[in-house]
């Protein structure tokens, strides 16, 4: 997963009257429309997947593009470039002017590195949640895990479960992304709580909810699978902030 993390979708479309007579094809609505300008200003409801979609490129390359990181979550106002096309990119750079080395300087002194959020304390704002689902945790947050692309810090906790057993929402939001994404999490689903916060659920079996849904805490999401990274039937769960991992256990219900 993805932290595709985390960053609204969805829109009722009128349905023409049943005696209508061939009428001209309406115009797609907006996001539905193809996007053909080099960049794009990121409008309410729209979806990283949407614009990709729209866009007629896959996730990846528009997020290597716009150093998007998983799980794709963007905000309002964003600005994303298209990716230029094999044929438009320029041309290999000449090989570099071989020079004499320069004298040896003295490195900089460190810099201190950024204190990261402070684990066990719960956020002002920071939404209530609930268990996702029952099962055993089997990857705590920040402890090194191993999967396609190397060895990094958990940023959520991992639950092992039976295969189909029940995933719920942790709590109210919207739907902001339900599908598959291949590099990591496999089937998604990615929750919109208000705030900047996002709660995100990976590995999944089957999704049972659609972009732009309304969903009550304690709603049925999903059922447990094995896809993406996962080996054995596994609910990889995140919370983030403003795009940034949060440890969940804090804002969990403690397990009697």
């Known amino acids: 997963m993805r932290w595709t993390q985390r960053h609204g979708l ?6 023409l009257p049943a005696t209508s007579l061939a009428a001209a094809p309406a115009s797609p609505p907006p996001y539905e429309s193809p996007i ?8 309410p409801g729209d979806t990283f997947a949407a614009i990709a979609r729209r866009m007629g490129v896959s996730m990846a390359d528009l997020a290597a593009e716009n150093r998007v990181p998983l799980p794709y979550l963007i905000t309002q ?10 044929s438009t990119r320029p041309p290999a750079p000449p090989p570099p002017v071989h020079r004499p080395p320069l004298a040896a300087r ?11 959020a402070p684990a066990h304390v719960r956020e002002t704002g920071a939404p209530r949640l609930v268990w996702p689902t029952s099962g055993t945790i089997v990857s705590r947050y920040g402890v090194p895990v191993t ?4 060895t990094r810090p958990n940023n959520g906790i991992d639950l092992a479960a039976l295969s189909g057993t029940t995933v719920h929402a942790a709590a109210a939001g ?9 590099e990591r999490f496999g089937q998604l689903i990615l929750i919109d709580h208000g705030g ?4 995100a659920y990976a590995y999944l079996g ?11 805490a304690r709603t049925p999401i999903a059922r447990i699978g094995k896809s993406g990274e996962a080996k054995k039937p596994t609910l990889h769960f995140e919370l983030r902030r403003d795009n940034n991992p949060r440890d969940p256990a804090p804002y969990l219900p403690v397990r009697l």
């Open 10 to 15: 969805g829109c009722l479309l009128a349905l």
């Open 36 to 43: 053909i300008a080099w960049t794009y200003v990121v409008q």
């Open 77 to 86: 106002g964003q600005v994303l470039r298209r990716p230029s096309p094999a």
């Open 106 to 116: 003295p490195a900089p002194p460190l810099r201190p590195l950024p204190t990261p």
């Open 147 to 150: 999967g396609r692309t190397g």
């Open 174 to 182: 919207r739907v902001i992304f339900a599908g598959t994404e291949p």
């Open 196 to 199: 900047g916060w996002v709660s």
């Open 206 to 216: 089957q999704v049972q909810v659609r972009e732009g849904q309304q969903v009550a």
